[in-house]
């Protein structure tokens, strides 16, 4: 239900923080003191229609806020997960208007789009007035009312997903077919391209494979060469090496003969030679450790150029050549075991064909029956609304051939409002103040079944008096029993059956004297005989009128 809600700076209203019972509350005021701004707010705060002139004039934005006490297991709830947003508590819904049109929306403090916003306040409340009767206007909420009536709604979602399955066995048997009329027109390029393609065997990473492996081995060449060319001047017939001993051991002759002229320069070359020899054995390991195959390079680069051959010649990155072979091999394998697929599909079709309509006509069956049954309730809560002269039909016309996700039926509500006068959709028939009556006929009957957990009702009781009053009244307070129920009412006899009574009434603003502000306050008894004598003298309130509100309030007490 409907727990708080909050308002800043929106038309009239500079600060509002109202809160709201289970039961039945009413919301009376005189006429202009911003009852509709209210009900603007609270269909803000659900998602509807935001405009930049909802701003109280001076402020750069509107603000309303709106918290729902809403059951666990509450479609609402689970519309927020499948949304992958937090649902642990209250529901508080949030709408940010500012003065230049733009809005914004936050659920639990999340944001969200307007349309989800709509849809989840769709779920949770329901407002109606004598102009805005969404569950009489949408022909699918019909269907939708009666089946909640009957108890079928969770026939008709099976129905649905029976439907769905279907259409998508037909989808498959489609798109089977166009894959095997397709393949049946390539079959010569296609057996040649999987011959072709198995023999290639592309392997998934190996054109990144071979190119680094091309790479390493055309810089090994390179490399090769300088080391080939080193170990060529150390150790060939150019080699310094033999000269150098040569001389070192002439040197070593000499030196006894002329002692300590040529001792140092013998260590010197000595230690060369053994530097030399040791950079002989070093470019000798880095010649076997940098041994080039000319041929592996050959093998790879003949594998790399028909890889890449392949991929312009099917159009296609050399990665996504594994996957064509499968595709090719799949689409094959398709039209040569197509025909085969095509009849199991067929049957799969035709046995979910049969599964819906076995449930659509069992489902349809139980609409016609509950047709009947939801009629004759609502038809019993007329003759108490003024509406003993009209008729309630609820039209089931039901077509095997116009199959859809809802079944076989469409489903339609009709009145006749006199005797004489031709039967027909309520909306094109009823004036506004019959509609209303009709609705909330409609809404009896029907309980908390399919209804929103809050029903908001907008002076569905202007242009009635008396006993339809007072009729509508008890009804309001039956619903009330099993869903919340808030009513903009002029009509004491509604009034008196409230639990909560909130009056609204206009002042000067808090911040500025000149401005206008709208308030809402909660009655205490006193309060509510004192309101109710208003509505029941007008202006000038008399003894009289205060005993008669007294004795209604005592009396719905």
């Given at each position: 239900m409907l727990a708080q809600i909050s308002i800043r700076d929106i038309v009239l209203i500079e600060r509002l923080d109202l809160a709201f019972e289970a039961g039945l509350s009413v919301l009376t005021g005189e006429t202009g003191a911003g009852k509709s701004i209210l009900l603007d707010s609270l269909s803000l705060a659900l998602g509807g229609r935001g405009d930049g002139s909802l701003v109280r004039h001076g402020s750069d934005k509107g603000q309303v806020t709106a918290v729902f006490d809403v059951p666990i297991g509450h479609s609402a709830r689970l519309m927020l997960r499948d949304n992958g947003?937090?649902?642990?508590?209250?529901?508080?819904?949030?709408?940010?208007?500012?003065?230049?049109?733009?809005?914004?929306?936050?659920?639990?403090?999340?944001?969200?789009?307007?349309?989800?916003?709509?849809?989840?306040?769709?779920?949770?409340?329901?407002?109606?007035?004598?102009?805005?009767?969404?569950?009489?206007?949408?022909?699918?909420?019909?269907?939708?009312?009666?089946?909640?009536?009957?108890?079928?709604?969770?026939?008709?979602?099976?129905?649905?997903?029976?439907?769905?399955?279907?259409?998508?066995?037909?989808?498959?048997?489609?798109?089977?077919?166009?894959?095997?009329?397709?393949?049946?027109?390539?079959?010569?390029?296609?057996?040649?391209?999987?011959?072709?393609?198995?023999?290639?065997?592309?392997?998934?990473?190996?054109?990144?494979?071979?190119?680094?492996?091309?790479?390493r081995m055309m810089k090994s060449e390179r490399i090769a060469g300088d080391i080939n060319e080193a170990s060529e001047f150390l150790n060939g017939n150019g080699s310094p090496v033999p000269l150098i001993a040569s001389l070192v051991r002439r040197l070593e002759r000499k030196s006894h003969e002329a002692p300590g002229l040529l001792e140092e320069t013998v260590e010197l070359l000595d230690g060369a030679l053994n530097q030399l020899s040791d950079a002989q054995m070093a470019i000798e390991r880095a010649l076997r450790n940098t041994e080039f195959d000319p041929k592996e390079l050959e093998r790879v680069e003949e594998r790399l150029f028909a890889l890449r051959g392949a991929s312009r010649k099917y159009s296609v990155p050399v990665a996504e050549l594994p996957a064509l072979a499968v595709r090719m091999i799949s689409d094959l394998a398709d039209l040569d075991a197509g025909e085969e697929k095509l009849k199991q599909l067929d049957a799969q079709v035709g046995a979910a064909r049969v599964a819906f309509d076995a449930a659509a006509r069992t489902l349809s069956d139980k609409r016609q029956n509950t047709a009947s049954a939801l009629s004759a309730a609502v038809m019993a809560e007329l003759p108490a609304l003024k509406l003993e002269r009209a008729r309630f039909m609820v039209e089931v016309q039901s077509d095997a051939g116009q199959p859809t996700a809802d079944g076989i039926d469409l489903v339609e509500f009709h009145v006749q409002t006199n005797p004489g006068t031709r039967p027909g959709p309520i909306m094109k028939v009823a004036s506004g103040g019959e509609l209303s009556r009709f609705l909330l006929a409609l809404k009896v009957a029907l309980a908390d079944r399919g209804s929103a957990p809050t029903l908001v009702f907008d002076e569905i009781d202007t242009g009635v008096g008396g006993a339809v009053a007072d009729a509508i009244g008890q009804r309001l307070k039956r619903l009330s029993g099993t869903v919340q129920v808030l009513s903009v009412?002029?009509?004491?006899?509604?009034?008196?059956?409230?639990?909560?009574?909130?009056?609204?009434?206009?002042?000067?603003?808090?911040?500025?004297?000149?401005?206008?502000?709208?308030?809402?306050?909660?009655?205490?008894?006193?309060?509510?005989?004192?309101?109710?004598?208003?509505?029941?003298?007008?202006?000038?309130?008399?003894?009289?009128?205060?005993?008669?509100?007294?004795?209604?309030?005592s009396g719905n007490g």
């Open positions: 947003i937090d649902d642990d508590g209250d529901l508080i819904f949030r709408r940010v208007q500012s003065a230049d049109g733009r809005t914004k929306a936050f659920v639990n403090d999340q944001p969200v789009s307007v349309q989800l916003m709509r849809q989840l306040g769709q779920t949770l409340v329901e407002i109606h007035g004598q102009h805005d009767d969404r569950a009489l206007v949408d022909i699918d909420a019909h269907r939708t009312l009666l089946d909640a009536f009957g108890g079928t709604s969770d026939e008709a979602v099976q129905v649905s997903g029976l439907y769905r399955a279907w259409k998508d066995a037909e989808r498959g048997l489609k798109k089977h077919r166009e894959r095997v009329e397709a393949a049946a027109r390539e079959a010569d390029y296609l057996r040649s391209s999987v011959e072709e393609l198995e023999k290639l065997n592309p392997r998934e990473g190996e054109e990144d494979e071979l190119a680094e492996k091309r790479a009412t002029h009509a004491p006899q509604v009034a008196a059956r409230a639990a909560t009574h909130l009056l609204i009434s206009k002042g000067p603003s808090s911040e500025k004297a000149e401005m206008i502000s709208t308030r809402v306050a909660r009655m205490d008894d006193k309060a509510r005989t004192e309101e109710i004598a208003r509505m029941l003298a007008g202006a000038s309130i008399t003894e009289e009128a205060r005993a008669a509100a007294a004795r209604l309030l």
